[in-house]
Nanobody
Framework: QVQLVESGGGLVPPGGSLRLSCTAS????????MGWYRQTPGKQRELVAA???????NYPPSMKDRFTISRDNAENKVYLQMNNLKPEDTAVYYC?????????????WGQGTQVTVSA
């Protein structure tokens, strides 16, 4: 069993930056892919970025310029650096793990961390 715990969310003004962290614990050897998704009320959850153990990444085109995903395999951590944040980036951001391909969603989810972009 794997547990994911996110941290780093908060309130940031437009144009600001945040770095989200997710730490995995439990049976972590199978975590081939880890990623970040986000969701706002009334909308479907969407992929922000995903990364494999080997460093292969997947970003939707709308996320690629401002968001960067990275990973520390030794520490079982995944990070999301978010720059030039916009109000439309306001959402709950969820850490995800368990997929074997960066194009797929895993079955393990964290509890989410709120990111609010507002002046």
């Amino acid at each position: 069993q794997v547990q994911l715990v996110e941290s780093g969310g908060g309130l940031v003004p437009p144009g600001g930056s945040l770095r989200l962290s997710c730490t995995a614990s439990g049976i972590t050897y199978s975590l081939t892919v880890m990623g970040w998704y986000r969701q706002t009320p009334g909308k479907q959850r969407e992929l922000v970025a995903a990364i494999s153990k080997g460093g292969t990444t997947n970003y939707p085109p709308s996320m690629k310029d401002r968001f960067t995903i990275s990973r520390d395999n030794a520490e079982n951590k995944v990070y999301l650096q978010m720059n030039n944040l916009k109000p439309e980036d306001t959402a709950v951001y969820y850490c995800n793990a368990g997929a074997y391909d960066v194009d797929r969603e895993g079955v393990v989810w964290g509890q989410g961390t709120q990111v609010t972009v507002s002046a």
